[in-house]
């Protein structure tokens, strides 16, 4: 038999035509206004696809498809159904997919689906369901996924899903759920993904998901969870991902995951958890990543991670943690990157990082730990445990308790130090004698008082007075010589003062240096614990006197360093600093200043005036030790000079009317401190690749004016995932600025590479490159920005697959058919445009959102144009109607489910973007992300 195919979509048919060949096997009414009376499609014994989407049916009247014996996919969506016949799909014995979501149904009577027994897809989401009859899924035995999110569902009862026992994905999430009853999952034996995310759970009672044995995959996200039992997870043997992230869970009690021994990934962030006791995860030994931030905890026990032997990743960033233990990771062997920024921390304790391996990442975006709130050493040095900068500590390593470099570790009992003879502070309780850091009296006498046996008890009380008074005629000898400091040098009481602030931070690490102690105490008091309480008051007096000794060259050391350093250039001695995003990149393409400030800005909205000035500064006066965060880009005078003699164009990238773009090499010396920390730390001989955006001698004063307005605009973004400024030369002609280079150029472009090389990117490798736009976008929300033009082509890809938010070349890379010229409102990019913004001309970071979720479309998609070939007069039409861009065959659900919230009709529904990323997060697998960048 011949096959036919009739596309009646959108033709304002009245009812179904007659004369339909009999051979019809696809046929589409969508977009049409006509209700389904009884029989309506008899005669079609052939029809395989039927849909009746977009037609505002209120009704499905019984037999209304008999007679589609061999009908396979009937699309019922996007009506406004309140209720369907129980004969509604009788006879369709064939059906395998049946599409009802975003209808108006209330409820599901029973046995509505009754000899559906081919059905392997049904999707109920987006309607108004409450609640579910206890057979209402009756005889569905092939069924495997059913789609039940966005209702109003406020309980599942024991015997709801009774007989489906191939289903293995269901999606209860966006619903009214505030308990579950127990055993109400306890026949989908073949379950493996179930989504109860964003609904109204506070507990979960024990044995809730008792039968799962084949879940590998279980989101409890955005609920009201304020506790977990011990045995809420049991029977889940196969489960490799839970997330829990968004409660109220204010603990985690003992054996709460026990049994989950394929467990990879757990993600309890965003949650009112205050601690963490000791073996809180103990028996997950398969536990790759553990994501604890966003929470309340201010403490870790020392056993908290113990038996997590598989771990690589671990997130305690932004909690409130004011100290951590120095043997709290010690249990970590495999773990890779431990995020601890964005905490109330003021130092580390020594040997935080000993044992674990080296390369160790420390913030939850860098190797680096960053953003911090150190300020050991008076917020002039890296806290012990790490080495470089206040400002961008790295960990030691493997092999270190304390270091001055990668690797090269501090002396025994050395809490700082230039080299690994050379110690600038001891532990607590220690003194430097030479390069090296003994223990003082005090502490050897203490260590003998323990010691000792009880025996000589008296005899000892009588040695710690003679100590204690010793010790206090050497205070007073300090007292006194602080005081002669400060009397000939001010500058070297400034230097005592620091050191007595270092003291004080160097205090609570005393405990981590016990063994030390021990091994001093070993080395010059022999046998200590035979000794007579006259010997060791003998040799306490003794040490006393060399701590007085000591004082005294230690003041004389510290005149001779500060008259040597006098007679010294400045030196940069903090260390190396990470080198992230270093060969970043620009596309090659024209850059129009598209972001502006948040609110309802116009097409020709111009720049806040609360935007930085021009700052001209002599960098000379400063030095490289300073961190320039808030340092102006704009560069004048000798200082500009020096950039244009050392620039060097290596070739042209791209042109428009007012401007071109070059790539670029500058020595990485003649550029200002602040482009220097941005891009790490080099030789001041070394060069380094910019690119270059330079304005035409012939560009009209707007040009100008739009050329300076854009160096504005981006001088105050320092974020991973936005493209930064270097430099702006804009004092004399040719105006210039410098740019980040990103080397793999724009991520449309890239798609498109791969997709022609047939280089297919993995679900996590898409999920990766979506959420860095979101940090990203992120990022720019703090700032009150909205960026207007968010799209693959504006977004960079540069080394280890790092995405950046970028805006060049918007009216250079789209065809005529991605725009909608609006009468005055110039060109605009209607397929990435959000109706309001379409409509109204109103752009927010909602309107961005929008923005997002079709640049999120473009990345599953391989950078396909989104609506095709559609126009963009036509795609504001089929937006306007409801429409919206299909799931690509390459796009996971759960990913495609998040694009549509991005497009909302209504602005607030919209999920923001610190959201978005959050979800992205819980959708990574923890798989390997490729260099496709290197590989197209």
């Not at 047939?758 to 990766?768: G, P």
Request: overall charge neutral.
């Amino acid at each position: 038999m011949t096959r036919t195919t009739v596309d009646c979509s959108y033709q304002s048919l009245a009812a179904v035509p007659t004369g339909i060949p009999v051979s019809t096997t696809y046929l589409s009414f969508t977009g049409n206004r006509f209700s389904i009376p009884a029989n309506a499609f008899t005669g079609l014994p052939a029809l395989i696809t039927l849909r009746l989407n977009q037609m505002q049916l209120i009704s499905i009247p019984a037999n209304a498809f008999a007679g589609l014996t061999a009908l396979q996919y009937l699309e019922l969506s996007y009506n406004q159904l309140t209720g369907i016949s129980a004969q509604a799909f009788t006879g369709l014995t064939a059906l395998n997919y049946l599409d009802l979501s975003n209808n108006r149904i209330t409820k599901i009577p029973g046995s509505l689906f009754t000899g559906l027994t081919m059905l392997t897809t049904l999707s109920l989401q987006f309607n108004h369901i409450t609640s579910l009859a206890t057979n209402a899924f009756t005889g569905l035995t092939s069924l495997t996924q059913v789609t039940l999110q966005n209702n109003n569902i406020t309980n599942i009862v024991a015997t709801t899903f009774t007989g489906l026992s191939s289903v293995t994905q269901t999606d209860l999430s966006y619903n009214k759920l505030t308990s579950l009853s127990a055993n109400a999952f306890t026949d989908l034996s073949a379950l493996t993904q179930l989504d109860l995310s964003y609904n109204m759970i506070t507990s979960l009672s024990a044995n809730t998901f008792t039968g799962l044995s084949a879940l590998t995959r279980l989101d409890l996200s955005y609920n009201m969870i304020t506790s977990l039992s011990a045995n809420t997870f049991t029977g889940l043997s196969a489960l490799t991902q839970l997330y829990l992230f968004e409660n109220q869970i204010t603990s985690i009690p003992a054996d709460a995951f026990a049994g989950l021994t394929a467990l990879t990934q757990l993600f309890l962030f965003e949650n009112q958890i205050t601690s963490i006791p000791a073996d809180a995860f103990a028996g997950l030994t398969a536990l790759t990543q553990l994501e604890l931030s966003h929470t309340r905890i201010t403490s870790i026990s020392a056993n908290a991670f113990r038996g997590l032997t598989a771990l690589t990743a671990l997130y305690l960033h932004s909690v409130q943690l004011n100290s951590i233990p120095a043997n709290a990771f010690t249990d970590l062997p495999t773990l890779q990157r431990l995020a601890l920024n964005d905490n109330p921390l003021t130092t580390l304790p020594p040997g935080l990082f000993k044992g674990l391996p080296n390369g160790l990442a420390l913030s939850s975006s860098a190797p680096f730990l960053s953003s911090n709130n150190f300020t050991f050493g008076g917020n002039t040095v890296a806290p012990p445990s790490t080495y470089g900068s206040v400002f961008q500590p790295l960990p030691c390593g493997t092999a270190c308790a304390t270091c001055y470099s990668a690797g090269s570790c501090c002396g025994i009992n050395c809490l700082t130090c230039t080299s690994n003879n050379s110690c600038t502070l001891c532990y607590e309780g220690y003194v430097a004698m030479g390069d090296y850091c003994l223990a003082s009296a005090a502490t050897n006498a203490s260590i003998a008082s323990a010691a000792s046996s009880a025996s000589v008890a008296s005899t000892q009380s009588a040695s710690a007075a003679s100590i204690a008074s010793l010790v206090s005629a050497t205070s007073a000898l300090s007292a006194s010589a602080a005081s002669t400091a400060s009397a000939s040098d001010a500058s070297i009481a400034s230097r005592i003062s620091a050191s007595s602030a270092l003291s004080a931070s160097a205090a609570s690490t005393a405990s981590a240096s016990a063994a030390s102690v021990a091994s001093s105490i070993a080395q010059f008091s022999g046998g200590a614990q035979t000794s007579s309480p006259v010997v060791i008051i003998a040799a306490a007096a003794g040490a006393s006197a060399a701590v007085i000794v000591i004082l005294v060259l230690v003041f004389v050391m510290l005149r001779r360093r500060r008259s040597q350093r006098a007679d010294m250039p400045s030196k940069d001695s903090a260390g190396p600093i990470y080198q992230e995003a270093v060969e970043m990149a620009i596309s090659p393409q024209n850059h129009s200043a598209r972001s502006h400030k948040e609110d309802d800005v116009p097409a020709t909205a111009s720049i806040s005036q609360n935007q930085p000035e021009p700052v001209y500064e002599d960098f000379s006066s400063h030095t490289t030790e300073e961190f320039y965060d808030n340092e102006s880009p704009y560069v004048a005078g000798s200082n500009s000079r020096r950039v244009r003699e050392g620039l060097t164009i290596v070739k042209h990238l791209a042109s428009g009317n007012f401007g071109d773009v070059a790539l670029g090499r500058v020595p990485f010396g003649v550029l200002s401190p602040r482009a220097q920390v941005l891009l790490g730390r080099k030789a001041s001989s070394e060069v380094v690749q910019v690119a270059v955006k330079s304005l035409k001698s012939h560009a009209d004063e707007q040009s100008r004016k739009d050329f300076e307005s854009e160096a504005k605009l981006m001088a105050p973004f320092v974020h991973p995932n936005v493209v930064r400024l270097l430099a702006a030369l804009v004092e004399s002609e040719p105006h210039l600025v410098l740019l980040e280079f990103v080397q793999y150029g724009d991520l449309r472009t890239l798609l498109q590479k791969s997709k022609k090389k047939s280089l297919s990117w993995t679900h996590n490798e898409q999920v990766h490159a979506i959420r860095q736009i979101a940090l990203g976008m992120e990022y720019l929300g703090t700032l009150h920005f909205v960026h207007r033009d968010l799209a693959a082509r504006n977004c960079l890809v540069g080394q280890g697959m790092v995405v950046k938010i970028a805006d060049f070349g918007l009216s250079r890379e789209l065809t005529e058919n991605d725009y909608y010229r609006m009468q005055t409102r110039g060109k605009l990019p209607v397929k990435w445009m959000a109706p309001e913004t379409m409509t109204f001309r109103k752009f927010s970071t909602m309107s961005d959102v929008w923005s997002f979720g079709v640049t999120a479309w473009e990345c599953c998609s391989y950078g396909e144009t989104p609506y095709g070939q559609v126009s963009g007069r036509e795609t504001l039409v089929h937006v306007e109607a409801g429409g919206r861009l299909p799931m690509s065959d390459t796009c996971m659900p759960e990913l495609y489910n998040m694009m549509m919230s991005c497009w909302n009709a209504t602005p607030d529904f919209r999920p923001t973007f610190a959201q978005l990323a959050k979800v992205l997060t819980s959708l990574q697998d923890g798989t390997t992300i490729r260099e496709i960048g290197a590989m197209v």
